[in-house]
């Protein structure tokens, strides 16, 4: 199966700073990379699809990018309501594995 | 509001059966491919097995193959996850998602509120 790398595992970051986190794949998934995030008790919610379409609804401060096996979730400028658990997943061959999660927690 | 509601989890003993449902509300559940997530206690998503809008193509997390079998029945507008065989490594809350694609898998855009399922002697 494909395997999914995320770095960093965490960060502390401060409200305003920008954060990027990077997800590797150990076969080229294409441009079949999405991004979710997830709060505690809730489930997650899509914020970026096919490595760089921006879901209805997600502020424009989140972007992604990459191709072939190395992709980037960035935050421009960090929110109060963006701290949380991203998770990657690819969606270019079964099983549509998810990668293990950046926590991303207030400094 | 798009929605989607999970019924049928609950206890189980080791090396029994449950079957989960699921069914949409705001839309049908035929325009879309669909699929089954879970996810234990402290532990991220994991994807258990998605399905396309006609049947055609169907996947399984390597976990979960010969034990799990998701079908759906757009008739009825009802998703399905049979699990057979449980293990104690199957205790999770179990998502149902839709897709945004019909015929292939792409994005996971709509997530139920998740049914608990527990696997215990």
């Known amino acids: 199966d494909l395997q999914m790398t995320q770095s960093p595992s965490s960060l502390s970051a401060s409200v305003g700073d920008r954060v990027t986190i990077t997800c590797r794949t150990s076969q080229s998934v294409r441009n079949l990379l999405n991004w979710y995030q997830q709060k505690p008790g809730e489930a997650p919610k899509l914020l970026i699809y096919s490595t760089s379409i921006l879901q209805s609804g997600v502020p424009s401060r989140f972007s992604g990018s990459g191709s072939g096996t190395d992709f980037t979730l960035s935050i421009s400028s960090l929110q109060p309501e963006d701290f949380a658990t991203y998770y990657c997943?690819?969606?270019?061959?079964?099983?549509?594995?998810f990668g293990p999660g950046t926590r991303v927690d207030i400094k | 509001e798009v929605k989607l509601v999970e019924s049928g989890g609950g206890l189980a003993q080791p090396g029994r059966s449950l079957r989960l449902s699921c069914a949409p509300s705001e839309f049908t559940l035929d325009a879309y491919a669909m699929h089954w997530v879970r996810q234990a206690p402290g532990k991220g998503p994991e994807w258990v097995a998605g399905i396309t809008w006609n049947s055609k193509s169907i996947g399984y997390a390597d976990s979960v193959k010969g034990r799990f079998t998701i079908s759906r029945d757009n008739a009825k507008n009802s998703l399905y996850l049979q699990m057979d065989s449980l293990r104690t490594e199957d205790t999770a809350v179990y998502y149902c998602?839709?897709?945004?694609?019909?015929?292939?898998?792409?994005?996971?855009?709509?997530w139920g509120q998740g049914t608990t399922v527990t696997v215990s002697s």
């Open positions: 997943q690819q969606s270019y061959s079964i099983p549509n594995t």
């Open positions: 998602v839709k897709d945004i694609r019909r015929n292939y898998f792409q994005g996971l855009d709509v």
